[in-house]
């Protein structure tokens, strides 16, 4: 997964994931009103996740736990968040002490290793040196670190991954990008450090791509961005090739083969969105993201999930409202679906898992807060027959999608304009169910429970019956 760092960003953008279908482009929707008739969606409310911090990020674990870490105000602590799928308040938190006397500084890191192995990464100033990344580690999902480890000795940290069991971090806001690769408990610091895009390194990100490294940065006017294959050193500055350079053209985020620009330097949309061919070490046209219909739009920022880039903005005319969207060839794009406003957060990161759910890390704010982000289920029902006799039953079918075979399934009617529970069942292997109703007159939904961390509550059409003599 990939991490970035926007020197220029005045604040950031929030998200929820998408429907699984590609459409294209084309309505807005209401924060919690997306399939929904007459309900919220409760599930979606942004909670609170700390009292104040500075630039921090997150990682979905192998057992779908949420991991999240930022310094503290003072910059003298790090503090770790875990979050067990679909909940709202820390499962338990960390404590990580900066060096006697020494302050944290730049975006802290977390980066997954695998199984139960978390590390969290920083710049550590100044006791204890200068210049020093320091590692925290745990083998218990995050539930509790090692005493601070020096690991290497960049003068930055705006951007991070992991790469075969090694931590791979990349400086930001000077002159020329350096990465440095790291294992979690090195015997001794490494200083070896590869330079890369020798001129740039104003906006940082970095992800892992076919095994190796892509990295890219701006140098205030123009992106370029370097490859380093596959069991490269990637400490080494031989090991990268460059693979592009996109003239006028700021770097806002790099995830999977997918790279973020925006043109001009603009926060006012018309970001660009590229893909990486790993055949050529060459990348596509630009494909221009959709924005909201009036425009003036900014603080852009992305992750790619499994070949499925999601793209996440601010919409300034929109109270600061953060709009999201996905796509897998920069063509063809799910619809805008708008949620709560990020305007008071300075920075924000994406935590997605495998299935495009977690949530949006507000952190650098006050509160720390964040969004849930759960997946869409769609449902359809309809009716046997629309008019039945008095007395008489008839069938309900429904389908969903996608199919979360033995979900609960609840019937509910409609009654002076709210909604009461009738009955419930269970999703087939199929996405199927059914219902068997009397034959009075009444109106009729279904509504598919949600799988907190997951998905949403899904809200089916409304059918009506009529009852005949």
Same mark, same amino acid.
């Given at each position: ?167 791979? #971090? ?180 994406? #935590? ?118």
């Amino acid at each position: 997964m990939g991490r970035h760092f926007r020197t220029k960003r005045a604040r950031a953008a929030l998200l929820t994931t998408l429907t699984a279908a590609l459409v294209t482009v084309g309505m807005l929707v209401p924060a919690g009103a997306a399939g929904v008739v007459g309900d919220p969606q409760p599930e979606l409310t942004q909670f609170t996740t700390g009292t104040v911090g500075g630039l921090g990020t997150g990682t979905v674990l192998p057992n779908g736990e949420l991991v999240l870490a930022a310094a503290s105000k003072s910059a003298t602590t790090i503090g770790v968040c875990v979050l067990h799928p679909g909940g709202r308040t820390c499962a338990s938190r960390a404590t990580l002490q900066a060096h006697a006397g020494d302050t944290f500084f730049g975006t802290t890191e977390v980066l997954a290793t695998g199984g139960t192995n978390v590390s969290v990464v920083a710049i550590d100033c100044c006791t204890i040196g200068a210049d020093t990344a320091v590692t925290f580690n745990s083998t218990n999902d995050a539930k509790t670190f090692s005493v601070l480890v020096e690991a290497g000795n960049l003068s930055s940290i705006g951007a991070g991954t992991e790469v075969g069991g090694q931590l791979v #971090v990349a400086t930001y806001g000077q002159a020329g990008t350096q990465v440095q690769a790291f294992v979690p408990h090195p015997g001794s610091p490494v200083t070896a450090f590869a330079t890369v895009n020798g001129s740039a390194g104003s906006d940082t990100s970095l992800t892992t791509y076919n095994g190796g490294v892509l990295v890219a940065s701006d140098d205030t006017t123009n992106t370029h961005v370097a490859f380093a294959p596959s069991a490269s050193d990637f400490s080494s500055s031989g090991a990268y090739t460059s693979v592009g350079t996109f003239a006028n053209e700021l770097t806002t985020a790099i995830s999977g083969n997918a790279l973020l620009t925006d043109p001009g330097g603009s926060i006012t949309g018309g970001e660009r969105l590229r893909f990486f061919n790993a055949a050529s070490k060459t990348f596509g046209p630009g494909h221009r993201v959709p924005d909201t219909k009036e425009g003036d739009d900014g603080y852009f920022t992305m992750q790619d999930v499994g070949g499925t880039v999601h793209v996440f903005f601010e919409g300034r005319r929109y109270g600061y409202d953060v709009f999201t969207e996905a796509t897998r060839d920069g063509v063809h794009w799910t619809p805008l679906v708008q949620f709560g406003s990020a305007i008071f957060a300075s920075s924000l990161a994406p #935590v997605l898992g495998p299935t495009g759910a977690g949530l949006l890390f507000e952190n650098d704010g006050a509160p720390l807060k964040a969004q849930p982000i759960l997946n869409r289920q769609s449902v359809h029902i309809t009716l046997a027959a629309h008019r039945v006799k008095a007395g008489h039953s008839v069938a309900i079918h429904g389908t969903a999608a996608p199919h979360l075979v033995g979900l609960v399934v609840t019937l509910e009617y409609l009654h002076a304009g709210r909604w009461y529970p009738q009955k419930t069942s269970h999703e087939s292997a199929m996405g199927t169910f059914a219902f068997s109703v009397p034959g009075v007159t009444r109106t009729y939904r279904a509504v598919l429970n949600q799988r907190p961390g997951y998905y949403e509550y899904g809200y089916s059409n409304a059918v009506t019956l009529v009852a005949v003599p």
